[in-house]
T-cell receptor
Framework: KAGVTQTPRYLIKTRGQQVTLSCSPI?????VSWYQQTPGQGLQFLFE???????NKGNFPGRFSGRQFSNSRSEMNVSTLELGDSALYLC?????????????FGSGTRLTVV | GENVEQHPSTLSVQEGDSAVIKCTYS??????FPWYKQELGKRPQLIID?????GEKKDQRIAVTLNKTAKHFSLHITETQPEDSAVYFC?????????????FGKGITLSVRP
């Protein structure tokens, strides 16, 4: 059974650009959550999607957005990149909406903004 | 919202000794407390969890204890081994259904000296 797949694994972007990250959940999982991981800040919740609807959102500016497709794959977009957006972006999938103990994380996309 | 804090931020122990990692949470409604282990360059993985109706849970060399009155919970690792070296994240969730979300602490780096 395939795990959670995130692409690309690494990205280097310039300030002001925008970026799109992709997450394919485990087959059958309908919920996808996104987290930003930075040294010293841990894992900070960005948003959760379930059945193509955003169900929860963290405290991030509007430059961070996401969506989910009918096949449960999710993308997150960051516009007008800032140096502080450099981080590991993790997605986690689960069978149902909300956190039910069944989170499986992907390996992440490491974004570097220069 | 929920706030989860971990102490200390780094911990170094001698191989074979025990390690204790403590977390506090702010929302008394939180009722589910998982612990994740993240090895260098890898994704976070669930290692143990506890629900609020249980005071302690063990799984081989690891155990978690919960004190609801004081709103803190701890991870105990006995007979530590070098492969226990990793970042450990505690988290809390008000696991009441579709609107639940997971709030993580900032992580503790555990180093086990051979």
């Amino acid at each position: 059974k395939a795990g959670v797949t995130q692409t690309p694994r690494y990205l280097i972007k310039t300030r002001g650009q925008q970026v799109t990250l992709s997450c394919s959940p485990i087959s059958g999982h309908r919920s996808v959550s996104w987290y930003q991981q930075t040294p010293g800040q841990g894992l900070q919740f960005l948003f959760e999607y379930f059945s193509e609807t955003q169900r929860n959102k963290g405290n991030f500016p509007g430059r961070f957005s996401g969506r989910q497709f009918s096949n449960s794959r999710s993308e997150m977009n960051v516009s007008t990149l800032e140096l502080g957006d450099s981080a590991l972006y993790l997605c986690a999938s689960s069978l149902r909406a909300g956190y039910d103990g069944g989170y499986t994380f992907g390996s992440g996309t490491r974004l570097t903004v220069v | 919202g929920e706030n989860v804090e971990q102490h200390p931020s780094t911990l170094s122990v001698q191989e074979g000794d025990s390690a204790v990692i403590k977390c506090t949470y702010s929302d008394s409604a939180s009722n589910y407390f998982p612990w994740y282990k993240q090895e260098l360059g890898k994704r976070p993985q669930l290692i143990i969890d506890i629900r609020s109706n249980v005071g302690e849970k063990k799984d081989q060399r690891i155990a978690v204890t919960l004190n609801k009155t004081a709103k803190h919970f701890s991870l105990h690792i006995t007979e530590t081994q070098p492969e226990d070296s990793a970042v450990y994240f505690c988290a809390a969730s008000i696991n009441t259904g579709a609107n639940s979300k997971l709030t993580f602490g900032k992580g503790i780096t555990l180093s086990v000296r051979p």
